[in-house]
């Protein structure tokens, strides 16, 4: 990693075909008041090539949020990655294995590495300090024992607010509760860009905005990774948002990745209940209004799961065999670079759910 | 309340005449508003503390010419009119009057002469034996809040292990004790029973011949009398303060922003600091200014038992002989004081949390 203070622009290259991020049998779980555990992520695998952008999309409750921060170990007290393993590939080709890192390798892994945008950016600052002391808190904890000098900072710190469009004199000086709620997120991103990680999650960065500044945000996004070129995790609920900023959409329910494929695959083309039960709860913007179909029934409860297929109960394709089988993902579409298309239902074959959500440039 | 018209009219219809504009801007800054706000409280306690001391049983006059009775067996007749000579105080002018008097010597800053030791003013009083009950309370309450706060925090970061258990236990007992009882259990276990300190000899705020000096014998004799009150300050306060401040480290450390820092890599001594540390104190800062009060009231009890000649003892005095001007003078002194710690953690408030100066120039 170059000091912090030099803009290291990675140019959109080509995806390599070495993934930055390889993640199998990733198992996040998390003990319970009665001596119990509950299992919030369970078997999660995937391959992230970098520059890649993916998007975990699914219900409240189905382990996204848990999986985006076990990626980076930033899980609570109670929770616990028992088994399965995170392997990062750095810049210069050396493996990491995310897992195994100690404190302190972790402690400089994280953000120089691998960087977040936390969910809630109201109470991602610290209240009592101003921004600008907050993004060189940040520079120079990852300064390797050197002291960077204020004018590195405010020249690095500016660089990247600048970046997401903000003016960097107003906001250094400013205390979080002066900022409006979409400058916060915007700050929150310039401050996870600020080490050029090539790495980001992303989670639910547009939530809670208003539908202009969301707009911004996606803007901002957009640009930023043509520009400095990093791989990306976010994770949300707005599939028009996963349409327009992903290239890849993973779907997650109850802790599991049940269909995985690039983004035309998937809103052309949607082989899980699931994903297709998402997809055509999406109003579409031309034409006629249709009847929106929801999902009927509610996730099932993490500590108490169903035999076979997690989603059997609200699945109008269910048979008799989904109660004894939880299926694997079934490839359907061989495509490089983790862009191949699985579904992990008995009955992919039967089902077919095509329908134009907004921004979907397919 | 004149002060809090101007911001009325402020907001309704801007005042147009430049004493209310004046006015309006004096009000709208936040330090200002403040000392007003104080200097307002302080008239109604000076105005209640004149009209209660009246309420007590008794003039000093009255309580003159009853020990005189009982002393020297004089008559009735004879005690009267010796009190009569004795004292230039009429008990039969109109309390308004009084009132009034009282008022115009406090805008000059003159609390009055004394009634029972004639000659003697007010503020002589005061200045002789204030200083000490601040320093021994001061003293006090310093160490107290930085052992409690160190240890709560320490609490928080290790909840359930033993310091938490042992300071949660001992602190909650200790918090129960007023610090009038915590004395006379000193006196007793600490001074006749254990005899670890001499009782008589620690009487008084200097051993008499001890010439005040900077010097270190001058200092450690200080110390020597103030001790034990000070013991019982940090006694009866401490523990109040871990348990407070590990309640509010341990809101402070699920905060998003301390994960958010943990995240970025920041190092454990800024993160407890600035980021857990800082935001956890902020709720305290009024109940400090609180505690200083009840602090300074409980001191009247706790010199009297060690019979530490503070204000306490010398409240305790006048209360005795019905001297009202000196009961009056030392009362709202004492009431100034917390109303003046009040308004100092006030603005160390708006200092350590930017988010109350938003009301400064508000419009």
Same mark, same amino acid.
């Given at each position: 990693?170059?000091?912090? +203070? ?20 990733? !198992? ?56 399965? *393993? ?37 109470? +991602? ?24 000098? @204020? ?40 401050? +996870? ?55 890849? !959409? ?63 109960? #609200? ?24 862009? *191949? ?13 095509? #329908? ?7 | ?47 209640? !503390? ?107 970061? #290790? ?127 009024? @109940? ?33 002989? #019905? ?13 100034? *004081? ?26």
């Amino acid at each position: 990693m170059a000091a912090p +203070a030099m803009s290291t622009t990675h140019a959109s290259s080509p995806a390599s075909e070495t993934p930055i991020l390889s993640v199998r049998d990733l !198992v996040v779980r998390y003990r319970t008041s009665n001596k119990g555990h509950v299992d919030a992520v369970r078997g999660v695998s995937f391959d992230l090539y970098p520059n890649q952008s993916l998007a975990l999309v699914g219900e409240s409750g189905c382990g996204k949020t848990t999986l985006g921060l076990g990626l980076l170990r930033l899980l609570p007290r109670l929770g616990s990655v028992p088994s399965g *393993s995170i392997d990062y590939t750095d810049g210069q080709g050396k493996h990491v294995d995310v897992l195994k890192l100690n404190r302190q390798a972790l402690r400089r892994w994280r953000w120089e590495e691998g960087a977040m945008v936390f969910q809630g950016a109201m109470n +991602a600052f610290n209240p009592v300090l101003k921004i600008g002391e907050q993004m060189g808190d940040t520079i120079k904890a990852h300064a390797d024992g050197r002291k960077p000098s @204020q004018q590195e900072i405010t020249d690095r710190s500016s660089e990247m607010l600048r970046g997401v469009r903000l003016e960097p004199k107003r906001v250094l000086d400013s205390y979080p509760h002066e900022l409006s709620g979409g400058m916060r997120q915007r700050i929150l991103i310039a401050m +996870a860009l600020l080490l050029d990680p090539r790495l980001l999650v992303l989670d639910e960065p547009t939530t809670a905005l208003d539908i202009l500044t969301q707009r911004a945000i996606v803007d901002v996004l957009a640009e930023l990774r043509a520009e400095r070129g990093f791989a990306m995790i976010f994770i949300t609920h707005d599939l028009s948002l996963a349409a327009e900023l992903a290239d890849r !959409v993973a779907t997650m329910y109850a802790g599991r990745i049940i269909e995985t494929g690039s983004v035309r695959d998937i809103f052309n083309d949607a082989h899980h209940p699931y994903t297709a039960g998402l997809i055509n709860a999406v109003p579409p913007v031309r034409g006629e209004l249709p009847t929106l179909a929801s999902i009927p029934g509610s996730p099932p409860s993490l500590a108490k799961l169903p035999t076979g297929c997690a989603f059997r109960d #609200r699945c109008q394709y269910a048979v008799d065999a989904c109660a004894t089988t939880d299926p694997p993902l079934d490839l359907i579409e061989e495509r490089p670079l983790g862009l *191949s298309h699985t579904a992990a239902c008995l009955r992919w074959q039967d089902v077919h759910s095509s #329908r134009e959500v907004v921004g979907a440039d397919v | 309340m004149a002060v809090a018209n101007p911001e009325v009219s402020g907001v309704r219809a801007p005042a147009t005449n430049g004493v209310g504009k004046a006015l309006v801007k004096v009000w709208r800054n936040y330090a200002l508003r403040r000392v007003l706000r104080a200097i307002f409280v302080i008239w109604v306690v000076a105005t209640a !503390v004149f009209f209660l001391v009246r309420l007590l049983p008794g003039n000093p006059v009255q309580v003159y010419i009853n020990s005189q009775i009982a002393q020297y067996g004089v008559s009735y007749e004879d005690a009267a009119a010796s009190a009569r000579s004795y004292f230039s105080f009429d008990p039969t002018t109109p309390l308004i009057v009084q009132y009034l008097q009282y008022l115009l010597g406090l805008l000059h800053g003159d609390l009055g002469i004394s009634i029972a030791t004639r000659g003697v003013p007010v503020i002589d009083v005061i200045g002789r034996y204030l200083p000490w009950t601040l320093f021994s309370v001061g003293i006090g309450m310093i160490i107290s809040i930085v052992v409690g706060l160190l240890l709560g925090m320490v609490m928080a970061y #290790r909840r359930g292990g033993v310091i938490d258990h042992g300071v949660t236990a001992v602190g909650s007992i200790l918090h129960a004790i007023p610090n009038y009882i915590m004395a006379i259990m000193i006196v007793v276990i600490l001074g006749a029973e254990l005899g670890i300190y001499d009782v008589g000899a620690a009487r008084g705020t200097i051993t008499s011949g001890v010439e005040p000096s900077f010097s270190l014998s001058f200092f450690s004799d200080v110390m020597y009398h103030a001790q034990m009150p000070i013991l019982t300050y940090v006694l009866t306060t401490a523990g109040t303060w871990a348990l407070v401040m590990k309640s509010s480290t341990t809101q402070v450390l699920e905060e998003d922003y301390v994960m958010v820092a943990r995240a970025r890599g920041l190092g454990d001594n800024r993160i407890r600091g600035a980021y857990v540390g800082r935001n956890a104190v902020l709720p305290l800062v009024a @109940q400090i200014a609180t505690q200083a009060g009840f602090v300074v009231g409980g001191a009247i009890f706790v010199e009297q038992t060690f019979q530490y000649t503070g204000i306490g003892a010398s409240l305790y005095a006048a209360l005795q002989t #019905r001297d009202y001007t000196v009961l009056q003078g030392i009362l709202l002194i004492l009431t100034a *004081s917390v109303v003046f710690a009040n308004l100092i953690a006030d603005l160390i408030y708006s200092v350590l949390d930017p988010r109350i100066r938003v009301g400064e120039g508000e419009a």
